[in-house]
C-alpha cells in the first residue's frame, strides 16, 4: 500500500518536471525563433562557413520547431572583404546536431532550402546590379571544405521548372583570408569575370524567355546535372534535359505557336566539348531537328539540322526585319544543312560574309513574294564566309519555270558572280525584284499570256550581284508575245549583253503580214536608243515603230499603207519619250531608211487622204536633222513627190517642206476635196517650197505655182454659186453686143452713109488652150494666188484670191471676158465661207 501510494508520487512529480521541461524548451522555442541567436552564434556560423572558403552574412538565425536551426536573409560574397555578393537566400535550414550547438560545436554539413526566394545580382561586385530572382526554391545541399553537393534543387525561372543535382569540388585553401596572395585576388577577379560572363548569358536567355507564353497547368521543364571544380568553372560536366509543349511567341505579325520542344545537350568540360545530342521542335505545320558539336578550342559549333516546319513563322518571331514578311509559303519549305558556326567571328563580320560554312538543300511547294505568286523551288546551295553557290535551282510558275545556276566569290578579281540560266516563263514575273528602274522599264515593254511561249537561255559573269556589272550571252526564243501592246508571233535571236549594252545578232522577228531580219540590232538601255545593221523588214512599218519608238510612230500617223512595205534599214533610232515635264531631249537619230511598197498607201493632207500608189523613198537621219530626201509615189493618174526636214517630229519643232504634182487628175481632186461629182477633165501640176511649225497652221509660209492644164477652173465647187449667172449675163451682154455691131454694119451699108466702121475688137482667130495657173504663196494659215489667170471654152478670167485655212473663208476678185468679144467683160466678186461662199457680179455701165 506504501508502495502504491510512493510510485503515485513520483509518477506526479515525474510528469510536472516533463511539463515544466516542455514548457521550457517551448518558451526556449519561440524566444530562439522570434528573437533568434545573438550575433555571437551568428558569427560562428559564418566563421564556421569562412573556415571552408564560403563567406556570408547572416542576417537572423533562430530555431524552427520542425526545420531546426535557420538562417534567414543570408548573403553569400565572392571574396572575404564582402565586396561582390554572388546571391541571396531568404532562408536555409543548417542541418546541426543540437547537442554540439550547446557545446558551441557547429559543424555545418548539411543546407536545406525549402520555398525560399533566391537572388543573384546579374553583375557581381555591382552595387547597382540588376537582380535575377528565383521563387519557389528548394533544395538541399552537402556542403564539406572542399565540396559542395547538390543533393537535389528545384525552383522556378521564367515559368520554367528547373530542377539541378550534382557536385562541385572545392580545393582547400592554403592561406588564411588575411594572408591572400596576388595570384589568388587575380584568380578571384578572373572568377568573377566569368561569373559576370554566365550571367550575361542568363540573362539573355531570360529576355528571350519573357516573351514566350508557356501554359501555366504545363509549364516548361528544365533538368540539369553537373559536376565540377568551383576553382576553375570551365572544366564543367553538364547535362541538359529540356522539354516543353503548348507554347507561344507573339509577334508584331500574330504569335508563333510550338507543340513541342525537347532537347538533350552535354558539356564535358574536361575534353572542351559541347553536344546538342537532340533538339526537337515542332509546330503546326512540321519539326525541326537540330544535332551540334562545340570543340570550344576551336571557337566553331559543327551542327546538323532538318526542318519541315514553318521557317518563316519561326524566323519573323526572332527578328523583326520586315523584309521576313515578303515571303508567304502555303506549306512548309524542306530544308536540310550541315555546317559550321564560326563563333569568333559572329557580330564581327559583315554583309556580305557570314560567320559560318554550310551546305544543304531546300524543297518548298507552292508560295508568294512581292506579290508574285510560284508554283515551288527546289536548290542546293553552299556558304563559305562571303562566297555562295546555288547549284540545280529550280522555280516554278504557271507561265513556266527557270533553271539556274548562281556563284559569287568576292576574293575573285573580276569574274566574282558567275550564273547559268534557262528561262522558259514570263520574265515579268520577276519584275518585283529588280531594283534597277532602267530595267523595271525594259521589262515592262514586253507582255506575255498564256499562249506564250518563252526560252532565253543565258550565261555570264559580273563584278557583283547587280545587274549592271553582268556580262551575259545566250539564245531567245519567243513566241506569241507583245511589245509596248503589238503582237509578234516570234522572235528569235543570238543575245550579248555588257554595261547596260543588248546585242541581238541574226535576229529574226515575224508577223502575220512579214517578216523582219536584222544582222545586228543595239540596244544602249542608258541611252534608251536601237542600232541596227542590215535591217530588212516586211512587217507593218508603223506597228514596228511602236512597239520600239512610240514617239517616231505618232509624229507620221498621217501616213498608213495597205501592205506594209518592204524596209531597209542601217543606223541609230533614239526611242527616248518625253520626261515628266514634257521637254525631250535632242535626238541622236543617225540612221538611212528606205521603203518601197506595190501596193497603196495613203497620206492625210489638207484634212483629206491621198491615195498614193507604189510608194517608195528614203529617209536620211543625222546631225540632229530627220531628212525625208526623196518621196515618189503615183497620185491620182500623175506622180507626187516630196521632199521634208526637220530636227524632232513634236509639237512647236520647225520643219522644211517641199511637195510637187504632176498631171494630177481634175476629177479626182475635184471628187476627194470638193465633194463634187460633176465632171471636170484636165490635170493639175505644181509646187509648193513650204515652212512651218508642227502643231501651227498659221505657221505655214512659203510659194510656188499651180497649172491646170486642159481643164475649166469653173467646176471648181466654190464657183458653182456664180457659174449660172454669170454664162446668163455674159450671154445677154453678148447677144446686145452683137445686135448693136449689126445694126452698125447695117447703117454702114446705107449709100451715102457717114458711118464710120465699128471700133469694136475682132475676135482673135487663133485657139486659146484651155486651163489655168496662177503663183502660189503661204502665210499666216492662208493660200493667196496673186496672179491667177484661167481660160474655158468660152471665157478668159484674170484675178487674185484667197483662202484661209483657219477661217475656212474664201476672197476672189477676178474679172471674167468673152474669148470672141474681148471687149466684153464681168466683174466677179466671192467671199464668205469655202463651202458656200457669196457671189456678186458687176456688169459694165451698171451698178453691181
Given at each position: 500500500?506504501a508502495?502504491?501510494r510512493v ?16 514548457g521550457?524548451a ?20 559564418e566563421?564556421?562557413f ?14 524552427g ?14 571574396d ?16 546541426l546536431?543540437l547537442?554540439?550547438?550547446?557545446n558551441?560545436d ?14 543573384l ?7 547597382d ?6 521563387n ?36 582547400p585553401?592554403q592561406v ?8 589568388e585576388?587575380?584568380a578571384?577577379r ?22 514566350f ?6 509549364p ?23 522539354s ?11 504569335f ?15 575534353k ?5 545530342k ?21 571557337k ?5 539540322v532538318?526542318s ?5 513563322a519561326?524566323?519573323g ?5 520586315p523584309q ?5 509559303f502555303?506549306?512548309?519549305p524542306?530544308?536540310?544543312a ?6 569568333a567571328?559572329?557580330?564581327r ?14 524543297r ?32 516554278d ?9 548562281l ?9 566574282r558572280f558567275r ?7 514570263d520574265p ?5 525584284f529588280?531594283?534597277?528602274?532602267r ?16 526560252y532565253?537561255?543565258a ?10 556589272s553582268w ?12 511589245r ?6 516570234h ?22 503580214e512579214?517578216?523582219?531580219t ?22 507593218d ?14 509624229a ?5 499603207f ?14 527616248r519619250e518625253p520626261?515628266g515635264?514634257?521637254?525631250?531631249p ?7 531608211l ?8 495613203t497620206?492625210?493632207f ?8 507604189a ?5 536620211r537621219a ?13 497620185l491620182?493618174?500623175?506622180t507626187a ?8 517630229l ?19 481632186l ?12 484636165g ?15 498659221k ?20 464657183f458653182?454659186?456664180?457659174v449660172d449667172?454669170?454664162?446668163a ?7 446686145r453686143?452683137?445686135e ?5 454694119e ?5 449709100p451715102?452713109s457717114?458711118a464710120?466702121?465699128s471700133?469694136?475688137e ?12 496662177s503663183r ?15 481660160t474655158?471654152d468660152?471665157?478668159?478670167i ?6 484661209d ?6 476672197d476672189f ?14 466683174g ?10 457669196e ?10
Amino acid at each position: 500500500m506504501a508502495r502504491t501510494r510512493v510510485m503515485r508520487i513520483f509518477r506526479r512529480f515525474l510528469l510536472i518536471l516533463l511539463l515544466l521541461v516542455a514548457g521550457v524548451a517551448i518558451w526556449g522555442a519561440v524566444y530562439a525563433q522570434k528573437k533568434g541567436f545573438t550575433r555571437t552564434w551568428r558569427e560562428l556560423v559564418e566563421g564556421e562557413f569562412a573556415k571552408r572558403g564560403y563567406y556570408v552574412d547572416i542576417g537572423k538565425l533562430t530555431l524552427g520547431p520542425f526545420q531546426g536551426l535557420v538562417a534567414e536573409d543570408v548573403r553569400f560574397f565572392q571574396d572575404p572583404q564582402r565586396r561582390r555578393e554572388l546571391a541571396f537566400v531568404d532562408n536555409v535550414i543548417l542541418d546541426l546536431d543540437l547537442s554540439d550547438v550547446l557545446n558551441r560545436d557547429l559543424t555545418v554539413n548539411t543546407l536545406d532550402v525549402q520555398d525560399a526566394q533566391l537572388t543573384l545580382p546579374l553583375t557581381p561586385g555591382r552595387r547597382d546590379s540588376e537582380l535575377l530572382k528565383v521563387n519557389d526554391f528548394s533544395a538541399r545541399l552537402v556542403v564539406t571544405e572542399s565540396q559542395i553537393e547538390v543533393v537535389r534543387a528545384q525552383a522556378e525561372l521564367a515559368g520554367f521548372i528547373v530542377s539541378m543535382k550534382g557536385s562541385l569540388y572545392r580545393p582547400p585553401r592554403q592561406v588564411t583570408p588575411a594572408e591572400e596572395t596576388e595570384e589568388e585576388l587575380e584568380a578571384q577577379r578572373e572568377q568573377l569575370l566569368e561569373i559576370r560572363r554566365r550571367f550575361d548569358r542568363v540573362q539573355r536567355v531570360l529576355d528571350e524567355l519573357n516573351t514566350f507564353s508557356f501554359a501555366k497547368d504545363n509549364p516548361p521543364r528544365l533538368e540539369i546535372e553537373f559536376a565540377g571544380d568551383l576553382a576553375d568553372l570551365s572544366h564543367l560536366k553538364t547535362t541538359v534535359l529540356l522539354s516543353a509543349s503548348d507554347f507561344r511567341r507573339e509577334t508584331e505579325r500574330g504569335f508563333y505557336a510550338v507543340k513541342k520542344l525537347t532537347a538533350q545537350a552535354e558539356y564535358d568540360g574536361d575534353k572542351q566539348l559541347g553536344l546538342l545530342k537532340d533538339l526537337l521542335l515542332r509546330d503546326d505545320v512540321g519539326d525541326i531537328r537540330l544535332r551540334a558539336e562545340w570543340p570550344v578550342a576551336e571557337k566553331a559549333i559543327h551542327f546538323e539540322v532538318e526542318s519541315s516546319a514553318n521557317l518563316s513563322a519561326l524566323a519573323g518571331s526572332i527578328w523583326t526585319n520586315p523584309q521576313l514578311g515578303e515571303v508567304v509559303f502555303y506549306s512548309a519549305p524542306r530544308v536540310k544543312a550541315e555546317g559550321t558556326l564560326h563563333l569568333a567571328e559572329v557580330g564581327r563580320v559583315a554583309w556580305p560574309r557570314l560567320p559560318l560554312n554550310m551546305m544543304g538543300e531546300l524543297r518548298c511547294d507552292r508560295f508568294g513574294s512581292r506579290g508574285a505568286v510560284f508554283d515551288g523551288m527546289e536548290l542546293q546551295f553552299s556558304v563559305s564566309g562571303d562566297r555562295y553557290y546555288v547549284r540545280n535551282l529550280r522555280l516554278d510558275h504557271k507561265s513556266g519555270l527557270m533553271l539556274a545556276n548562281l556563284m559569287f566569290d568576292p576574293s575573285l578579281t573580276d569574274d566574282r558572280f558567275r550564273f547559268q540560266s534557262e528561262i522558259r516563263m514570263d520574265p515579268s514575273v520577276l519584275m518585283p525584284f529588280v531594283t534597277s528602274e532602267r530595267t523595271k522599264h525594259f521589262l515592262s515593254d514586253w507582255q506575255f499570256d498564256e499562249n506564250s511561249a518563252i526560252y532565253f537561255a543565258a550565261l555570264g559573269e559580273g563584278t557583283s550581284i547587280d545587274p549592271a556589272s553582268w556580262n551575259t550571252r545566250g539564245v531567245i526564243d519567243l513566241r506569241q508575245f507583245r511589245r509596248r501592246s503589238i503582237s509578234f508571233d516570234h522572235l528569235e535571236t543570238e543575245y550579248e549583253s555588257k554595261d547596260a549594252v543588248h546585242d541581238f545578232r541574226n535576229l529574226t522577228v515575224e508577223r502575220p503580214e512579214g517578216q523582219l531580219t536584222a544582222a545586228l540590232v543595239r540596244h544602249r538601255v542608258r541611252e534608251r536608243t536601237w542600232e541596227t545593221e542590215d535591217l530588212h523588214s516586211t512587217l507593218d512599218l508603223m506597228a514596228t515603230l511602236r512597239a520600239v519608238a512610240p514617239s517616231t510612230a505618232k509624229a507620221l500617223t498621217a501616213f498608213r499603207f495597205s501592205h506594209p512595205p518592204e524596209v531597209k534599214m542601217s543606223g541609230l533610232v533614239d526611242s527616248r519619250e518625253p520626261s515628266g515635264d514634257g521637254e525631250m531631249p535632242p535626238p541622236r537619230h543617225d540612221f538611212e531608211l528606205s521603203f518601197e511598197s506595190d501596193h497603196p498607201a495613203t497620206f492625210q493632207f489638207l484634212g483629206r487622204p491621198l491615195p498614193l500608189m507604189a510608194p517608195k523613198g528614203t529617209v536620211r537621219a543625222g546631225d540632229g536633222k530627220l531628212r525625208l530626201e526623196t518621196f515618189e509615189a503615183g497620185l491620182f493618174g500623175g506622180t507626187a513627190s516630196a521632199t521634208f526636214e526637220t530636227d524632232r517630229l513634236e509639237s512647236d519643232r520647225t520643219y522644211l517642206a517641199t511637195i510637187s504634182g504632176q498631171d494630177l487628175a481634175y476629177g479626182d481632186l475635184l471628187r476627194l476635196y470638193g465633194n463634187s461629182e460633176r465632171p471636170a477633165e484636165g490635170t493639175w501640176s505644181g509646187q509648193l517650197d513650204f515652212s512651218g511649225r508642227f502643231g501651227d497652221p498659221k505657221s505655214m509660209a512659203g510659194d510656188g505655182s499651180v497649172t491646170l492644164k486642159d481643164g475649166n477652173l469653173l467646176a471648181m465647187p466654190v464657183f458653182s454659186p456664180v457659174v449660172d449667172g454669170l454664162m446668163a449675163s455674159l450671154a445677154a451682154l453678148r447677144t446686145r453686143e452683137i445686135e448693136k455691131q449689126q445694126a452698125r454694119e447695117a447703117e454702114a451699108e446705107k449709100p451715102g452713109s457717114d458711118a464710120v466702121e465699128s471700133i469694136s475688137e475682132k475676135p482673135d482667130e487663133t485657139a486659146v488652150p484651155v486651163g489655168a495657173q496662177s503663183r502660189v504663196k503661204l502665210a499666216d494659215g492662208t493660200i493667196a494666188f496673186p496672179d491667177l489667170r484661167a481660160t474655158t471654152d468660152l471665157l478668159k478670167i484674170e484675178g487674185i484670191g484667197k483662202v484661209d485655212g483657219t477661217s475656212k473663208t474664201v476672197d476672189f476678185d477676178l474679172n471674167a471676158s468673152l474669148l470672141d468679144l474681148p471687149g466684153i467683160g464681168v466683174g466677179l466678186k466671192g467671199s464668205g465661207a469655202l463651202a458656200a461662199p457669196e457671189w456678186r457680179l458687176k456688169l459694165p455701165g451698171k451698178g453691181r
